[in-house]
């Protein structure tokens, strides 16, 4: 058998008082997301940021930037991102409903936001915590221009497209039809393959596929 | 306008393919997670490879393509495999095979039940005659006993009665005159001779 295990308590306590002391002195989101702007360095790794992001970051805000000088933290407002814009045709914002800001930061720059997103002009149904929100990339809707971008035509969905087989899977499916109907191959009209298919492949669909095909064509 | 012309010329390279189809993982090779970045790197800026806008497009709506295409084939196989699946269990095939095992799985049973019958009447057959030639044995055994107990009484009693035949001879205090007489009177001579060819000589030069 296994030697008896030695009972570590003050390990463990230790463990514990870690474990706390981890939890109370938790980075802030001024600290953590606190940037060097002449060197592109966060202080807090010291990691440097991409150099695909350096323009965006000298040239963009972020959305807290945006909100510390709004009335009421910008609570209802629209929000886009640039990259939403260069995208995406249809509308994408965010309605901010509820904001904590960061008291440890000095201009009130950092928080966590809440709020409604509509994204590619189909709005969700509840409010979710605002993704991504120390990115330099937020925009502002003016209110003058709200219902000029909230505006939009919603494009129909495309028909689904068929597409050919690719050749040798084509041929074996023709030979398999051919075989099972007793008909030679060149009769059987082209298999197509639909790029979309909304099914759920279980059992009730394959009883139902299966009754279908035991009612045959109606009378 | 504005938006287009962005879209353009300033592509957003984290959201579109990448250019080589070959996806390399990245590998730590000496160093782990949490080790510090050597002081010969302090000052370095990766920039990524520059990227052909034109190539990109191009790229990006070949890949979309192929990846929808390759989607549709999997969902494809993917059904045929479930309706496989499907067909074994719940399929009407499924209840023939079903059937099938079980008669197969009854007669294979009834033999079976044939065989151990068969088999337990050659077993008791065989186990009756072992315990008739045990008990033959064991009686024999009883009558060998017998026999050596009486053999055995009767050579005690034969001894008994050859050393009561002895006693008669026996020297005792009323003998003891006479009989020193008598040997006293009949001295008796045990020397011999024998020579190589075996004769025995009685008669010694003794008195």
Not at chain 1, 154 to 161: I, L, M, N, S
Not at chain 2, 51 to 79: C, G, H, Q, S, W
Request: hydrophobic fraction near 35%; charged fraction near 35%; glycine fraction near 4%.
């Amino acid at each position: 058998m296994v030697k008896k295990k030695r009972l570590r308590l003050i390990a463990e306590m230790a463990r514990k008082i870690r474990a706390y002391r981890e939890l109370k002195n938790r980075p802030q989101d001024s600290q953590r997301y606190a940037l060097d702007y002449d060197t592109m360095t966060r202080p807090f790794t010291g990691k440097k940021l991409p150099v695909l992001a350096w323009k965006d970051v000298q040239r963009e805000t972020r959305l807290f930037s945006l909100l510390s000088g709004m009335r009421m933290f910008g609570v209802g407002r629209l929000f886009t991102r640039k990259s939403w814009l260069d995208e995406h045709t249809e509308p994408c914002y965010w309605k901010i409903t509820k904001v904590k800001v960061d008291y440890t930061a000095e201009n009130m720059d950092h928080g966590k936001a809440w709020g409604i997103l509509t994204f590619r002009g189909k709005e969700e149904p509840a409010e979710r915590e605002v993704d991504k929100v120390m990115y330099h990339d937020w925009r502002l809707v003016p209110k003058h221009e709200e219902e000029v971008f909230k505006h939009c035509e919603p494009v129909p969905e495309p028909p689904v497209r068929y597409v050919k087989y690719p050749p040798l899977l084509r041929a074996m499916i023709l030979a398999q039809q051919a075989k099972q109907l007793g008909v030679d191959a060149s009769t059987i009209p082209e298999p197509s393959l639909p790029l979309k298919r909304d099914v759920l492949l279980n059992y009730e669909y394959f009883r139902s596929q299966d009754e279908k095909k035991q009612e045959g064509t109606p009378v | 306008m504005l938006r287009a012309l962005s879209r353009c010329h300033d592509p957003v390279f984290r959201l579109l393919a990448p250019r080589s189809t070959v996806l390399v993982e990245t590998v730590r090779g000496r160093k782990s997670r949490t080790d510090p970045k050597a002081k010969s790197k302090l000052g370095r800026i990766k920039t990524p490879p520059p990227v052909d806008p034109v190539e990109m497009v191009v790229l990006k709506e070949r890949f979309t393509e192929y990846n929808l295409i390759l989607r549709a084939l999997r969902l494809e196989f993917k059904e045929q495999v479930l309706r496989k699946k499907y067909e074994d269990e719940v399929g009407s095939a499924a209840e023939e095979r079903a059937k099938r095992e079980a008669e197969e799985h009854r007669s294979l049973m009834a033999w079976n039940d044939a065989e151990n019958l068969r088999l337990r009447k050659i077993r008791e057959q065989r186990v009756q005659k072992e315990a008739e030639e045990a008990e033959m044995k064991r009686r024999e055994a009883v009558l060998l006993r017998q026999q050596e107990l009486e053999n055995y009484i009767k050579e005690k009693e034969r001894q008994i009665i050859q050393l009561q035949e002895e006693a008669k001879d026996f020297i005792t205090l009323d003998n003891l005159d006479q009989r020193i007489e008598e040997a006293l009177d009949n001295p008796k001579n045990y020397n011999f001779a024998i020579d190589k060819e075996g004769r025995i000589v009685k008669r010694t030069a003794f008195q």
